[in-house]
């Protein structure tokens, strides 16, 4: 669904910087490329060998046309969030106009690291290291930061949490994440949710991170 919400505004993306956050296969960066973006950094704390998929993916699509290899520059980083700072690669490509996420907020322990991830990259806009009230980091211009949070409603109640408080169909580990972001100075807004399934147990929604 972050896909085609950026197919439906690629103004977006469109020369925009960009880092994908959790990559995995680099669907969702590729896609981004695809759209016109300036530059784009596929980044994951995953295993080696996924990390050289994401490039063999971004290479097939350059060879085949689907991104303008001469308009676009995609490349691939290992990050791992929990580590002190982004990888040279990432620092190297900053700044940032959009910070991309897909699926990424599913793991519980995961969302304080993903959260300082996020903060980190912002950082990077400049301006001393201190992010603005507008998340641009003083260094002019606004960095955008858009996941995908694919609801696990029930696969959370078998582990134990049971549902949100907003009912069926939204899971809790979504809620779990905006209390984290919020306790990391950040605010997570929903900006749209898309039912895939009847039953509502496989939603997705968009959330739009600022600085607090």
């Not at 620092?91 to 969302?111: E, K, N, Q, R, W």
């Amino acid at each position: 669904m972050l896909i085609e919400f950026l197919r439906e505004n690629d103004d977006v993306v469109r020369d925009a910087s960009v880092v994908e956050l959790g990559s995995g296969t680099g669907a969702v960066g590729i896609a981004a490329a695809a759209l016109g973006a300036r530059s784009v950094i596929l980044s994951d704390g995953g295993s080696d060998s996924l990390v050289r998929l994401a490039k063999d993916n971004a290479s097939r699509n350059v060879a085949s046309g689907a991104i303008d290899g001469e308009k676009t520059t995609i490349d691939v980083a290992a990050y791992r969030w929990n580590d002190a700072a982004p990888p040279p690669e990432i620092i190297a490509a900053a700044p940032f106009d959009l910070i991309l996420g897909s699926d990424c907020t599913y793991s519980v322990s995961a969302h304080g690291a993903l959260c300082d991830a996020v903060k980190a990259l912002l950082a990077l806009r400049g301006g001393g290291g201190e992010e603005s009230e507008n998340g641009d980091g003083g260094g002019g211009g606004r960095c955008r930061v858009i996941l995908g949070h694919q609801h696990r409603t029930f696969a959370a109640f078998l582990a134990g949490r049971g549902f949100a408080a907003n009912g069926w169909g939204r899971d809790p580990h979504l809620d779990m994440f905006v209390e984290t972001a919020r306790g990391r100075g950040l605010v997570a807004n929903e900006i749209q949710t898309t039912k895939l399934r009847w039953h509502g147990l496989l939603n997705v929604t968009l959330l739009e991170l600022t600085i607090a």
